[in-house]
Structure formats: structure tokens, C-alpha cells
T-cell receptor, first 115, second 110 residues
Framework: DTGVSQNPRHKITKRGQNVTFRCDPISEHNRLYWYRQTLGQGPEFLTYFQNEAQLEKSRLLSDRFSAERPKGSFSTLEIQRTEQGDSAMYLC?????????????FGPGTRLTVL | RKEVEQDPGPFNVPEGATVAFNCTYSNSASQSFFWYRQDCRKEPKLLMSVYSSGNEDGRFTAQLNRASQYISLLIRDSKLSDSATYLCVVRMDSSYKLIFGSGTRLLVRP
């Protein structure tokens, strides 16, 4: 257990529905990252927060995706009007920041299946 | 071209074998380098950092060649428990975001 939790662990939805995932990072970590992983690929960066500020979004993150981190604690990732291509594992990572810090701690992920 | 490229494998080796994985990266601005390990249906976990001088952690040795933009991982005396996917990772030290390769799958057989 890395100390990072994600809910739900699994989500099955029909195409066109909206879904929301939650990530609770390690409490003293000010940076939070979202990644997406499909079968046979490594995780791909989606977006990240430093405290409550969203500082970077990948071009993978279409306008159907939105992420928030109110109060700099937990974060939510919402996908609107889901498509079958959104099926993937969504991973959240917690990081304390700084060049000397090494490890990003990943949560167990939310596996999304869009039917 | 992907930013981080790895041979996907799988590498199927007997216990006790030595196995080497290679990785290349395209962004010369990349500043930090890592190997992560990912077990089936689990989250990635840091295995070790990679330095130009080379670094060793038990049976694992990692090496970085900045001039060639090449990273390697050597596993000696393979154990059954080493079976996993090994992800080559570069970190952009402006944002600390991680750029992953697609992973190399290792299967260690008895």
C-alpha cells in the first residue's frame, strides 16, 4: 500500500455517460498527477496539480476531460460523454516535489470499461 | 516517434540467468531517469534511479549514457519473483511529470 487511494477501483459504463474518479494522495504531498494506461503500453501523462493549481494538461486531455483539486487535497477526474476509446486504467500519483525527491507514489488505479 | 522506446519483449529466461533491458529517449532536455517495475494488474513502483556513473542495488545495475540518450538495466541471478514489466522512465524536471516507455515484459521460469 503506497498511501495513495483511488475510487472506484472499477467502473463499467455505457458510451455517452459521464464518469468521475477520485484520488486521495499522501497528505503532505503538494503535487498530484493523473496518468492513463492502456493494455501493453506504459502510463501516459494527462495532467498535474501543484496544490490546487492545475499547471499542465496533455493534449491527450480532450475537452471532455476535466480535473480538479479543490483545497489542494483530493482530486477528481471527470470524463463527459464517454467513448469506447476512453477504456483504460486511470492512475493517480502523489509526489512531494523537488529535484532531489525521487519516487512518485501511484494509487491502485481505476479501471474504466466503456461499453 | 515515441519519446521513450523499449523492446516490449517478452524476455523468457531461466532462473539464475542474467538479462539486460535497453531503452532510448529522444528529448535531450530530460533530466532524471528511472526504472519502474509493474506487476500484472498493479500500479507501477520505483525500482531504482539511473545515474551517469552507473548504480547498483543488489542484483540490479542501471546505467545512463547521456551522449547516446540510452538507458540500461541489468538483472543478475534472476529470480521467479523478478517476473514483471519493467518500465523505462524519464522525468522532466520543470514539472516532474514522468514519461514512460511501453515496458519490457520479463518472465523468469523455474
Amino acid at each position: 500500500d503506497t498511501g495513495v487511494s483511488q475510487n472506484p477501483r472499477h467502473k463499467i459504463t455505457k458510451r455517452g455517460q459521464n464518469v468521475t474518479f477520485r484520488c486521495d494522495p499522501i497528505s503532505e504531498h503538494n503535487r498530484l498527477y493523473w496518468y492513463r494506461q492502456t493494455l501493453g503500453q506504459g502510463p501516459e501523462f494527462l495532467t498535474y496539480f501543484q496544490n490546487e493549481a492545475q499547471l499542465e494538461k496533455s493534449r491527450l486531455l480532450s475537452d471532455r476531460f476535466s480535473a480538479e483539486r479543490p483545497k489542494g487535497s483530493f482530486s477528481t477526474l471527470e470524463i463527459q460523454r464517454t467513448e469506447q476509446g476512453d477504456s483504460a486504467m486511470y492512475l493517480c500519483a502523489s509526489f512531494s516535489g523537488g529535484p532531489l525527491m525521487v519516487e512518485q507514489f501511484f494509487g491502485p488505479g481505476t479501471r474504466l470499461t466503456v461499453l | 516517434r515515441k519519446e521513450v522506446e523499449q523492446d516490449p519483449g517478452p524476455f523468457n529466461v531461466p532462473e539464475g540467468a542474467t538479462v539486460a533491458f535497453n531503452c532510448t529517449y529522444s528529448n535531450s532536455a530530460s533530466q532524471s531517469f528511472f526504472w519502474y517495475r509493474q506487476d500484472c494488474r498493479k500500479e507501477p513502483k520505483l525500482l531504482m534511479s539511473v545515474y551517469s556513473s552507473g548504480n547498483e542495488d543488489g542484483r540490479f545495475t542501471a546505467q545512463l549514457n547521456r551522449a547516446s540518450q540510452y538507458i540500461s538495466l541489468l538483472i543478475r541471478d534472476s529470480k521467479l519473483s523478478d517476473s514483471a514489466t519493467y518500465l523505462c522512465v524519464v522525468r522532466m524536471d520543470s514539472s516532474y511529470k514522468l514519461i514512460f516507455g511501453s515496458g519490457t515484459r520479463l518472465l523468469v521460469r523455474p
